[in-house]
């Protein structure tokens, strides 16, 4: 018997791939890896915004909480009531005399911490939490009595009320543009 190696003929079908075609499916592959890598990776840095967006909220509410639990003005009676008449000047807002955070007695006390976010974040006993460093804050309050969220100065019908903004500032490189801020007003009674 004899073996009779013998050529396709022309115009038919090939099993297999050539090396070009090879090349060419492995560099599709790469780039289309390459994609899905970075949309992969891009989202991945976004997803740590919902978690500091979540921690300043807590906290946020938290320090408006206490806040709002103190009374209208140093000069208001426990109670609330009578409301104060003559309270304290709108240049005056602030802790009266020696007044730490562990003693503040009213809303306008925590006014100490306006201005840039320089302050870190403390609790009302003075003690840093573990999971809010590299937080900052901001505290501020002005008379509004008349509730437009325009400060005024404090007029006769300004003492009505204090708005109070507090701004929570995430770690620089959060993701997160600027302050988380909440605004709640105290009313004077």
């Not at 297999?16 to 991945?44: H, K, P, R, Y």
């Not at 009578?82 to 562990?102: F, I, K, M």
């Not at 100065?153 to 204090?162: D, I, P, R």
């Not at 109070?164 to 105290?186: C, E, H, K």
């Amino acid at each position: 018997m004899r073996w009779v190696l013998s050529r396709p003929a022309k115009g038919s079908l090939q099993n297999g791939a050539t090396l070009i075609e090879l090349v060419a499916s492995i560099v599709l592959f790469a780039f289309a890896s390459s994609l899905l890598f970075n949309l992969f990776f891009s989202q991945s840095r976004n997803s740590v915004e919902p978690m500091f967006q979540i921690r300043a909220a807590e906290l946020g509410q938290a320090l408006m909480d206490e806040v709002l639990a103190k009374r209208y003005d140093h000069l208001t009676p426990l109670g609330g009531v009578p409301p104060c008449t003559t309270c304290t000047a709108a240049a005056s807002l602030g802790p009266e005399g020696a007044e730490t955070r562990v003693s503040y007695n009213d809303v306008d006390d925590y006014h100490f911490y306006c201005g840039p976010p320089n302050s870190d974040i403390k609790n009302s006993l003075a003690e840093s939490p573990k999971d809010f460093q590299k937080f900052k804050m901001s505290i501020c309050v002005y008379y509004d009595g008349d509730y437009d969220g325009v400060v005024n100065e404090a007029g006769a019908t300004e003492m009505n009320a204090k708005q109070i903004v507090i701004d929570i500032f995430p770690p620089s490189g959060a993701g997160l543009d600027g302050a988380i801020r909440f605004i709640a007003y105290r009313s004077n009674f």
